[in-house]
């Protein structure tokens, strides 16, 4: 299937590994230009080499994107790399774990500050080129807390409950300037973060991965982690040209996790 891809100008945030690395190296597969940032130089630059190695154009810029000056920045160098920005995935994030009752102030205001003023500070930002280029597409990479917010993982529940309210917002607000707006909510893939849970655990318990990996793969009915390879093709599928007709949606991919919850 041709995405019609070629020779589009992709922005992905947090793509030094894992689901952000992924995306960009398929999108360069379907011959996109792809920009990626991330806050750690040392990941980020490993990641540039390795997305490079086929000859694609690649773009890799350090940059915070829960700051303004740094999303200024980044933006401001794919239009003078690549002249404009017809992509943004918005990936750019960590996973904070705490509960009711030992949750910090800091701890809520980081991920709001990494999920919601980040994602929407990158939209802002790309968006006076999106409209002069007539037209964009943008994903957020929130995950199933928005609709499984767990109560040992609270701010991330929140923060991910208030980028899923200013996603369908987002997209309501320029559906007609032919600018797409949606959301890819994975749950349980295999990256470095759930990888290195498995291995605590698996030192903890004493068992062999399988076994510690359980209480992850035991929640879906694939009985298995996602790879973030999934992730990507979906992403892929979603700002191109055969999904044009898609705004406002937020998509599973999760193994069948959220099966039994309508919306």
Same mark, same amino acid.
């Given at each position: 299937?041709?995405? @019609? ?19 960009? &190296? ?12 991330? &806050?750690? &130089? ?14 694609? #154009? ?16 980044? *933006? ?8 404009? *920005? ?31 003023? @980040?994602?929407? @500070? ?7 080129? =999106? ?11 929130? @995950? ?9 993982? =609270? ?21 007609? #300037? ?15 973060? *759930? ?6 655990? =698996? #030192? ?13 793969? &035991? ?9 973030? #390879? ?8 979603? *700002? ?24």
């Amino acid at each position: 299937m041709d995405l @019609g891809l070629e020779g589009k100008v992709a922005i992905i945030t947090g793509a030094s590994r894992g689901i952000g690395l992924a995306t960009a &190296r398929r999108l360069l597969d379907e011959g996109t230009k792809v920009a990626i940032c991330a &806050r750690d &130089r040392v990941r980020l630059e490993a990641a540039g080499s390795s997305l490079g190695v086929g000859g694609g #154009e690649v773009l890799a810029f350090c940059a915070d994107t829960s700051r303004e000056e740094d999303r200024r920045s980044f *933006v401001a160098s794919v239009i003078e790399r690549f002249g404009g *920005v017809d992509i943004l995935v918005n990936n750019a994030g960590t996973h904070v774990r705490a509960s009711l009752d030992n949750m910090r102030e800091e701890d809520l205001q980081g991920q709001l500050n990494d999920k919601v003023f @980040g994602f929407l @500070g990158m939209i802002r930002a790309v968006l006076p080129d =999106m409209r002069t280029r007539g037209g964009g597409r943008i994903v957020n990479i929130i @995950g199933q807390a928005v609709r499984h917010p767990h109560p040992d993982r =609270m701010p991330s529940g929140i923060a991910n409950a208030a980028a899923g309210a200013m996603t369908k917002s987002a997209a309501d607000a320029l559906a007609r #300037e032919n600018i797409r707006v949606n959301a890819v909510c994975p749950q349980y893939v295999e990256t470095d973060l *759930v990888t290195s849970v498995i291995g605590r655990e =698996m #030192e903890k318990r004493g068992v062999d991965r399988e076994t510690a990996a359980s209480g992850f793969t &035991r929640a879906n009915v694939l009985g298995r982690l996602g790879k973030p #390879e999934e992730i990507a093709d979906l992403v892929a599928f979603l *700002v191109s040209d055969r999904a044009d007709f898609v705004t406002g949606s937020s998509v599973s991919i999760d193994g069948g996790y959220h099966r039994y919850v309508f919306g």
